[in-house]
C-alpha cells in the first residue's frame, strides 16, 4: 500500500495528489496526443467521445456536485449548438467571437431556468427543467427565422482565425484542447470555496445556509456555469453532427446525459469521462454485437439458436432497452458508477489482501425525515 | 455590553404557540445557557436566530443591529455561528473539507479568480487552510482529518460540528445541545472547551443544554424555558432552586 | 362546443389517472415513478394482446389486461424496487426512467413498433343527446374515471389496508414495529397504480390508439399531479382535469403549437408560484 508523504500544505491544494498521478496524466495525454497516428479511422468517433465528455462536465456539475438533477440538459446544448450557428454562419461573426456569444447566450438561459430553482426542491426542480426542456424545444420547432424550423440548418465546417478546422484530425485536436480546458477550470473551482459551497449545498442546504453560503447566488452560480460548459459543448456537437435539427435535442438526450454521470460515478470529474465513453461508445458496440452476435450463438448452440438471436438483435427499438437495462443494473449494483468501481479494484489491489466487502457500504436513510433537505 | 438581545420573541407553528414571548440579552464575553424540558421552544429559539424560521412577533437584535428580517446566510457573515442538535455535517466529504467550509464567510476571492485559480487565490487558500489547522490543533482534530465524516463515531462528529463553527471565526457561538449523545469524559472535554472558548479565543456562547453539571460548570447566566414562556433567569443556581424551574422539570 | 369540452375532460381524465398513479406510489414509498406512462402503454397492449390475438371479449380482455398488469408491477416492486429503499431518490428517479426504457423496447419488441387499434364496444359510437353528437369514447373514458375514483376511495377510507398503507409511507421502521408487513404495502400499492395505469391505457387506447410512445403521456401528466399537490389524491384528479381543459382551451384560441407546451407552462408556473400546488402540503427538515 502506498503512503502518501505530505510536506505542505500545496501538496493538497494541488491538482494531482503527488507527481506519480501526474506523471501518469501526462502519459495519457501524450497518448491521445498520438491517437490520431494510430487510429485514424476512429477519430469522429473519439472527437465525440470529448464533445459528450465536455455534456457530462456540465451535468456532472450541477448534479454531482451542487445536487441539482436536471432533466433538460439537452436543451442548453441545443441553444449553444443554434446560437454558435447563427452567430457563424447568419450574422457572419468570427469563429471565437460567436463561441463565447453562443457560451454567455446559453449561460444566460442557465440563470433564467435556475431562477424558478431557487425555489425549489429535489424532485420539483427535475420536473421542472423537464418542462423547460420540452418548451424550448418546441421553441426551436417554431423559430424558424434561426433555427430553420423542422427543416433543419446545415453546419459548415469551422473556420477559426482564417485556419481551417474542417479535416478529422484538427477538429479532434479541438475538442480534445476544449475538453482539457473544461476539466482544468472545473478542477480550479472544485478545490476553490466556489466548489466547496456547491457541495455543502449538495449534502445540507440548512448548514451550508448557516456557514454564510448564498443559495440563490450559488445555485445561480451553478446553472450558470453548467450551462455555459453545454453551450461550449453544443456549438462543437453542432459541428460534428454538421446538420441541426430540432429533434435531436429531445428528452431522450437528456436522459443519454443523465445515464452518462450516473453510469460514470456521480460527484467526480473521472466519472464525467468514464461516463461519456460509455455513452458515446455504446452504440458502437452494440452495433458490433449485433452482428457478431448470432454468429457466435451459431457456434455454440446450433444454426436454429443462431436464427432466433439473430432475429431478435435486428429488432429496431432495441437500443433504448439495452441502455434501460444498463442504467438500472447500474443504479442497484454499482450506485457508484465506473469510477467508483474502478476505486474499489484499486483499493483492492492497494490493500491486498485485507481488503473487506463492506468497505464501501453506506448507511440508508429509511425515516422521510432525514431524507428532506 | 450587550451582544445579543431578544425583544418579545414568539412564533406559532399553525395554532401552537412553540415560542411566546421570551426576551432576554446576551453580554459579550459570557457563557449563557438556556434550559428547559423538551418540547419547551429552546431550539426553536436557534431556529429563529438562524433566520430558519421567521418570527411572528418580536425582535432580535445583534450588537445593536435589528438582524430579524435579515437572510439566513447573512447570519454567519455577521458572526453568528452555530453547531446542530442532529448534526448537519457534509456527510460525503473530509473532516477538513468541512472546516474548509467553515471558513466561506472569509472568503475574499472571485468567481472568474477561482476560475483560474491565480497566485492570489492559492495565497488566499493557504490562509484558509492555516486557520483551519489552528482549530484542528485546538480542537484535537489530528488524526481525523482526512477521514470522511461518514465514517466517524459520534462524539468526533460532534466536535467537527463545533470545529466547523468557529472557522467562522465567530463573536457568538450558538451550540445546541453540546452533550447529548456524549459519554462522561466528552462531557467533561466539552466543558473544557466552553471555557477555553470563552476565555482563550473571547467567543461569547450561547448554548442548549440539558445536562445541569455542564450548565453549572461553565454558564455565567441560565433562563429557563417551559412552554414557550421564560420562567427563571439568573445563576445557574439561582434557576436551578427556583420553584417554578423545579415544577416544570419534576411536575406537581 | 360540447362535444370539445368533452373531449378536453375526458383527455383530462387520462391525466388524472395517470397522475393518481404517480401520487399513489409517491404517497406511500415516496418514489416518483417516471415509468407509469409506460405501464399505462403495457396496459393498452396487453388487452389488444388478448383481445386481437387470443379473440377474448372486451370485458374479459380487461379483466385480464388490468390483473396481468398489477401483477406485474407488484412484482417489479419486489424484485427491483425494494432494492433501492433508502437511496437518494435521485437514484430511484434514473432508475424508473431506465424500466421504462426497457418497457418500451419490451413493447417494441413483442408486439411490433407500429399503431394498432383496438376494438372496444364504445369506438365510433356515438348518440345524439340534446341536439349534440356525444362520441361514446370520451363518456367511457369519464365514466370509468368516476367509477374507478369511487371504488379507490371507498378502499383507502374504509378498509384497514388504506389506513395501514398512509402508516407505512409516514415512518416506515415504525410501521414494521406495529406489526404492519410493509413490503407487502409497497407491492400492493404498486399494484393499485399498474393497475390503475392499465386501466387508463385501456380506455384512452379507443382515442389515441395503441402504440409504443403512449407512454410519453406521462410526462404531462406530471404537470397534472404537481397543479393538484403530490401527496394528495383528489388533486391529481382535479388537476388532471384542468391540464385537459387548459390545452383543449390553447389548441381553440391560441396560435398553433402553444396547445402541445400548455401543460408544461402550467407546470413551470405552478412550481414558481405555488409549489405545492392546489391541495398539498410543503415539507420541511426540522433541525
Known amino acids: 500500500m502506498r503512503f502518501v508523504f505530505k510536506t505542505s500544505y500545496l501538496q493538497d491544494l494541488g491538482l494531482f495528489r503527488d507527481g506519480i498521478q501526474r506523471n501518469w496524466y501526462v502519459v495519457l495525454l501524450i497518448g491521445l496526443l498520438i491517437l490520431p497516428r494510430l487510429v485514424p479511422e476512429y477519430l469522429v468517433d473519439v472527437s465525440l467521445v470529448f464533445i459528450y465528455g465536455l455534456c457530462g462536465l456540465s451535468l456532472m456539475v450541477l448534479a ?66 423537464l418542462a423547460f426542456a420540452v418548451i424550448i424545444q418546441e421553441v426551436f420547432t417554431r423559430w424558424d427565422a434561426v433555427t430553420g424550423g423542422l427543416k433543419g440548418k446545415a453546419v459548415n465546417k469551422p473556420l477559426i482565425f482564417g485556419v481551417s478546422f474542417a479535416g478529422d484530425v484538427p477538429f479532434y485536436f479541438l475538442c480534445l484542447a476544449f475538453l482539457v480546458i473544461g476539466l482544468w477550470l472545473t478542477a480550479n473551482l472544485l478545490r476553490a470555496p466556489t466548489g466547496r459551497a456547491w457541495v455543502a449545498i449538495r449534502d445540507s442546504e440548512i448548514a451550508a445556509q448557516s456557514m454564510g453560503v448564498s443559495l440563490p447566488m450559488y445555485k445561480t452560480m451553478a446553472f450558470a456555469y453548467s450551462a455555459a460548459l453545454m453551450g461550449a459543448a453544443g456549438a462543437l456537437f453542432a459541428h460534428k453532427i454538421g446538420f441541426l435539427a430540432p429533434d435531436i435535442f429531445s428528452v431522450l438526450l437528456s436522459i443519454q446525459f443523465l445515464l452518462m454521470v450516473v453510469v460514470g460515478g456521480l460527484g467526480s470529474l473521472h466519472g464525467a469521462v468514464f461516463g461519456a465513453i460509455f455513452v458515446a461508445m455504446l452504440p458502437v458496440a452494440i452495433s458490433q454485437a449485433r452482428d457478431a452476435l ?17 432475429r431478435f438483435v435486428k429488432q429496431p427499438g432495441l437500443e433504448p432497452g439495452i441502455f434501460g437495462l444498463i442504467l438500472v443494473l447500474f443504479i442497484l449494483f454499482e450506485p457508484l458508477g465506473i469510477y467508483g468501481r474502478w476505486t474499489k479494484i484499486k483499493l483492492y489491489f492497494s490493500l491486498f489482501p485485507l481488503y473487506k466487502q463492506a468497505t464501501f457500504r453506506r448507511q440508508k436513510t429509511y425515516m422521510r425525515s432525514e431524507r428532506l433537505r | 455590553m450587550t451582544l445579543l438581545a431578544a425583544e418579545n420573541l414568539a412564533i406559532n407553528f399553525g395554532g401552537i404557540r412553540a415560542v411566546d414571548g421570551v426576551s432576554f440579552a446576551v453580554e459579550a464575553g459570557q457563557v449563557f445557557t438556556i434550559i428547559g424540558p423538551n418540547g419547551a421552544g429552546k431550539t426553536t429559539i436557534f431556529n429563529l436566530m438562524s433566520r430558519i424560521y421567521d418570527p411572528s412577533q418580536g425582535r432580535l437584535l445583534f450588537e445593536g443591529e ?68 489552528k482549530v484542528i490543533d485546538f480542537l484535537d482534530l489530528m488524526p481525523y482529518r482526512d477521514s470522511f465524516v461518514v465514517n466517524l463515531p459520534y462524539g468526533v462528529r460532534k466536535v467537527v460540528e463545533l470545529g466547523r463553527a468557529l472557522c467562522t471565526e465567530p463573536k457568538l457561538l450558538l451550540l445546541d445541545e453540546p452533550s447529548s449523545g456524549l459519554s462522561v469524559e466528552e462531557t467533561e472535554g466539552m466543558a473544557f472547551w466552553i471555557e477555553d472558548i470563552r476565555t482563550l479565543l473571547g467567543i461569547t456562547v450561547l448554548m442548549v443544554e440539558h445536562d445541569m453539571s455542564l450548565v453549572s460548570a461553565v454558564s455565567d447566566r441560565v433562563l429557563a424555558l417551559n412552554y414557550g414562556r421564560a420562567i427563571a433567569l439568573g445563576t445557574a443556581r439561582e434557576v436551578q432552586d427556583h420553584p417554578e424551574v423545579v415544577k416544570a422539570y419534576l411536575g406537581g | 362546443m360540447l362535444q370539445l369540452v368533452l373531449n378536453g375532460l375526458a383527455v383530462g381524465c387520462i391525466y388524472g389517472l395517470v397522475a393518481l398513479g404517480f401520487v399513489l406510489i409517491y404517497k406511500a414509498t415516496e418514489l416518483v415513478n417516471f415509468a407509469q406512462g409506460d405501464l399505462l402503454m403495457l396496459g393498452a397492449f396487453t388487452c389488444y394482446m388478448f383481445v386481437v390475438w387470443y379473440g377474448f371479449g372486451y370485458w374479459v380482455a380487461l379483466a385480464l389486461a388490468i ?104 415512518n416506515q421502521l415504525a410501521a414494521y414495529c406495529m406489526g404492519i408487513p410493509v413490503k407487502l404495502m409497497f407491492s400492493l400499492i404498486w399494484a393499485i397504480s399498474a393497475g390503475v395505469a392499465a386501466i387508463a391505457g385501456v380506455l384512452l387506447a379507443p382515442v389515441s390508439l395503441v402504440d409504443i410512445n403512449l407512454g410519453f403521456i406521462g410526462l404531462k401528466a406530471f404537470a397534472a399531479a404537481v397543479l393538484g399537490g403530490f401527496g394528495s389524491i383528489p388533486g391529481a384528479l382535479v388537476g388532471g382535469v384542468t391540464i385537459g381543459l387548459i390545452e383543449l382551451f390553447a389548441g381553440a384560441y391560441l396560435p398553433h403549437g402553444v396547445k402541445d407546451v400548455a401543460a408544461y407552462v402550467v407546470l413551470l408556473l405552478v412550481l414558481a408560484v405555488r409549489p405545492q400546488g392546489m391541495f398539498g402540503t410543503v415539507g420541511r427538515k426540522k433541525v
Not at chain 1, 294 to 310: E, K, R
Not at chain 3, 91 to 108: C, D
Open chain 1, 64 to 129: 454531482g456536485y451542487t445536487g441539482l438533477v436536471s432533466l433538460g440538459h439537452a436543451a442548453f446544448l441545443g441553444i449553444g449548438a443554434y446560437a454558435h450557428v447563427y452567430f457563424t454562419q447568419d450574422a457572419g461573426l468570427p469563429w471565437m467571437v460567436a463561441l463565447i456569444l453562443a457560451t454567455i447566450l446559453t449561460a444566460g438561459v442557465g440563470v433564467l431556468v435556475g431562477l424558478p430553482a431557487l425555489r425549489m426542491t429535489g424532485l420539483y426542480l427535475t420536473i421542472a427543467t
Open chain 1, 294 to 310: 448470432p454468429a457466435l450463438v451459431g457456434q455454440i448452440a446450433g444454426s436454429t439458436a443462431s436464427l432466433l438471436v439473430d
Open chain 2, 66 to 133: 435589528d438582524i430579524t428580517g435579515i437572510a439566513p446566510h447573512q447570519i454567519a457573515r455577521r458572526g453568528i455561528a452555530r453547531t446542530f442538535q442532529n448534526i448537519e455535517l457534509f456527510e460525503h466529504a473530509t473532516v477538513l473539507h468541512n472546516l474548509l467550509l467553515g471558513r466561506h464567510v472569509h472568503r475574499k476571492s472571485r468567481f472568474v479568480e477561482e476560475l483560474l485559480f491565480l497566485p492570489h487565490v492559492r495565497a488566499l487558500e493557504l490562509a484558509h487552510r492555516e486557520a483551519a489547522e
Open chain 3, 67 to 170: 390483473a396481468v398488469v398489477a401483477l406485474f408491477g407488484a412484482a417489479l416492486d419486489a424484485v427491483v424496487l425494494r432494492r433501492v429503499i433508502g437511496q437518494p431518490q435521485f437514484a430511484v428517479v434514473m432508475l424508473t426512467i431506465g424500466l421504462g426504457a426497457i418497457f418500451r423496447s419490451f413493447a417494441s419488441i413483442t408486439w411490433g413498433s407500429e399503431i394498432y387499434t383496438l376494438p372496444t364496444p364504445f369506438s365510433a359510437r356515438a348518440t345524439r343527446l340534446a341536439g349534440v353528437t356525444v362520441s361514446h369514447e370520451y363518456v367511457s373514458i369519464i365514466v370509468g374515471t368516476l367509477v374507478l375514483c369511487g371504488v379507490l376511495y371507498a378502499f383507502f377510507t374504509y378498509s384497514t389496508v388504506g389506513v395501514a398503507m398512509q402508516a407505512t409511507s409516514q
